[in-house]
């Protein structure tokens, strides 16, 4: 029984493995409009370095304020070195660069490190924030390696194509940060199997008992930031070769920010949770941000939801319901689910109206007062449409409280048959 | 006193600011020995395990483990040197299965460090061994539950199983059957005296009747000092100890 359970695992997890595959190969076949061939590059990077962030985050219990500082110097390095490879000095191929970015990362993170993982908890993370203050400050001083303002650019088609790839046609350009990508996954999997990986854990759990079964969790947490460091630095090196300029916010606060959003939106209790982060960052970013000129705030707004209502991320929400379908108890949640999603959608049209009201009155109030939102014209000068705005909002809150302790309500009578069917099943 | 004593400290003293906890504690531990150490509330009885164990460094004295010298050392590298504990209040990693919390245990005493780059599935010493302490605490029916998702006594008996896997020497139990109802503990000192068998064994215990059926010998720690040790019979005849300590607790019925 446990035998075959164990082969049905893994031959689950292979087939992972291998849709996981195919559709890096075969997505740029599917999406083929420039806007989604940037997208899906800029995903790529982004699955990498959330998930080198979750090594710290989900895995080691380590909250950083200053991921970006690996990344970025892994960004650096390469355009430096992109420049060195087009300027003939330095004979490597293309390909590899993204390397010089992991060895970067991974330097910086051996030379910071040291002091960051001393400690655990809120020094911790108070030590990352002044680190990742520290490079973004130096950055700013030292133009000569950072480029100021302009940042650094360099033309990613240098030195010897090979088999014919230049990297100048973004496909090309895809496939290698699909490959880095692939390899990082797979490696970054890898490491959560081995002693280390699970030694991390534990230091997450209850650092003090780690010490008395004979490590040095000090040490564990240095060589998991060095390994987080080296995958930044690897996403960092794609990133330079992806959009060919450096500029200093890619070590910034914001961008180590992003990281550990992103991080938590996708789920850092799951493996999988900050690939999806990933590709939810470049979504936000990307499309949100040509949607509305207010996304940041929505950005806030569904961060500070989501630490609420499911501080598991997205990850723990598919895998929590993935148990309640398995058990063919999901139909006992149609009813919650649909109160959930009513109320949900009149209480965000709601919030979102006000929203793109104030944001109206803000910057186009000049020119009209009118403003057309989601087949609606609301008038911002008006204080009826004003009031009835409100009036809504408020009310959608009310009712989707309601809902949300209705749906919590059944969601626990589901959850407790589920444990105790498996406890029967088991006992049997 | 033929062999080397496996403990030995010598005028060990503790403060806390001002307060001195341990007032020079010397005590000398013979191989495979089982010492219960008793005392009242605020003796200082879990402070002398946390100096041993490395917890707390002692303000002064020594303390030697297998001859060598440990005070003020850190946790793991006495526990590298086979010295382990366990804690009154359970201290196991919640968020990882029974197998895993076994299984993190016995790593470092495997030799299998920091290892990066071996497959925790492929360690087969460390994989069986952590099977063998499941069932050795009679825990192999819950490998896969979480250790939060344990009942009080489960977890106690993980602690036990954790303390005992990584294969050290020297084990310090800290109050391990605090909690348990009678009926528990008379089952718990059982599964304790299985499986620490041929270990030198230091234990803090409140339970008068767990004292003297499980220990060679008995030291009284009094504030901060230690006033007897020695064997059950003569500690239970000795007057100091009656009048400081097991008079008073008779009477209140123990």
């Not at chain 1, 995903?43 to 985050?57: E, F, R, T």
């Not at chain 2, 303390?163 to 059957?177: C, F, H, K, Q, R």
Request: aromatic share 10%; hydrophobic share 50%; proline share 3%.
């Amino acid at each position: 029984m446990l035998e075959s359970n164990r082969l049905s695992t893994s031959h689950f997890e292979k087939f992972v493995w291998l849709g996981f595959a195919l559709v890096l190969l075969v997505a740029p076949w599917v999406f083929t409009s420039n806007l989604s061939m940037t997208m899906m590059s800029q995903m790529g990077i982004a699955i990498i370095a959330c998930l080198s962030y979750n090594v710290l985050l989900g895995q080691g219990g380590m909250l950083s304020f200053g991921h970006a500082v690996y990344s970025g110097m892994g960004s650096y390095l390469t355009i430096h070195a992109l420049n060195a490879v087009g300027a003939g000095t330095l004979p490597i191929p293309v390909s590899l660069l993204p390397l010089i970015g992991g060895i970067a990362g991974m330097g910086f993170a051996v030379l910071l490190g040291f002091v960051t993982t001393r400690k655990s908890g809120t020094t911790f993370s108070m030590i990352t924030l002044g680190m990742a203050e520290l490079v973004f400050a130096m950055s700013l001083m030292f133009s000569e390696f950072f480029g100021g303002e302009a940042g650094v650019s360099a033309n990613r088609v240098a030195g010897q194509a090979f088999l014919g790839i230049t990297y100048g046609p973004q496909r090309q350009v895809y496939y290698l940060i699909a490959v880095y990508t692939f390899i990082s996954v797979g490696l970054l999997y890898a490491l959560t199997q081995t002693p280390l990986g699970r030694i991390l854990n534990a230091v997450r759990d209850n650092p003090e008992r780690v010490e008395f079964v004979g490590y040095n969790t000090q040490m564990v947490r240095y060589r998991a930031f060095i390994i987080a460091g080296f995958f930044a630095g690897i996403a960092g090196g794609l990133g330079a070769l992806n959009f060919e300029i450096v500029t200093a916010e890619v070590v910034g606060p914001a961008r180590s920010g992003a990281y550990l959003l992103f991080t938590f939106l996708g789920g850092a209790t799951f493996f999988f949770g900050p690939v999806l982060g990933g590709v939810l960052m470049v979504l936000a970013f990307v499309l949100l941000s040509e949607i509305t000129k207010a996304w940041l705030l929505y950005l806030g707004l569904i961060f500070l939801f989501m630490v609420v209502y499911a501080p598991g991320g997205f990850a723990a929400l598919i895998m929590t319901n993935l148990r309640v379908i398995k058990a063919g108890a999901f139909g006992r949640l149609n009813l919650a689910y649909a109160g959930l999603l009513v109320s949900g959608c009149v209480m965000f049209g709601g919030a979102s109206s006000l929203i793109e009201m104030i944001y109206h009155l803000q910057l186009n109030s000049s020119m009209d007062t009118q403003l057309a939102f989601a087949g609606m014209v609301l008038d911002t000068g008006s204080k009826v449409t004003w009031s009835v705005v409100i009036a809504i909002t408020a009310a959608a809150l009310l009712w989707f409280d309601w809902q949300r302790k209705f749906f919590i309500s059944q969601w626990e009578l589901v959850q407790t048959d589920i444990a105790q069917a498996s406890q029967s099943g088991s006992a049997s | 006193m033929s062999t080397s004593p496996s403990l030995v400290l010598n005028d060990v003293h503790k403060q806390f600011g001002k307060t001195e906890i341990i007032r020079g504690v010397n005590l000398s531990v013979q191989p495979g020995e089982r010492v219960a150490i008793i005392g009242p509330n605020g003796a200082g009885k879990s402070t002398l395990f946390n100096l041993i164990s490395g917890r707390f460094a002692p303000s002064s004295g020594s303390i030697h483990l297998h001859g060598q010298r440990i005070d003020g050392l850190k946790p793991f590298e006495i526990n590298r040197q086979g010295l382990s504990r366990s804690f009154q209040i359970t201290n196991i990693f919640p968020k990882l299965s029974v197998f895993e919390n076994l299984r993190c245990s016995v790593l470092w005493n495997l030799g299998h460090r920091y290892s990066f780059w071996s497959f925790l599935s492929q360690l087969n010493d460390a994989n069986a061994l952590a099977h063998e302490w499941m069932q050795r605490i009679h825990l192999d029916h819950k490998s896969q539950e979480l250790a939060m998702n344990l009942t009080y006594a489960e977890q106690r008996a993980l602690e036990i199983g954790i303390t005992m896997a990584g294969g050290a020497n020297v084990v310090l139990l800290d109050e391990p059957t605090a909690g348990m109802s009678t009926s528990e503990t008379s089952r718990f000192i059982h599964l304790i005296k299985e499986v620490t068998q041929g270990k030198t064994l230091l234990t803090v215990e409140h339970d008068m009747g767990v004292v003297f059926g499980l220990a060679d010998k008995i030291a009284v720690l009094v504030y901060g000092e230690i006033i007897a040790f020695d064997t059950p019979e003569k500690v239970r005849a000795n007057p100091r100890v009656q009048e400081a300590y097991l008079g008073s607790l008779e009477e209140q019925g123990h």
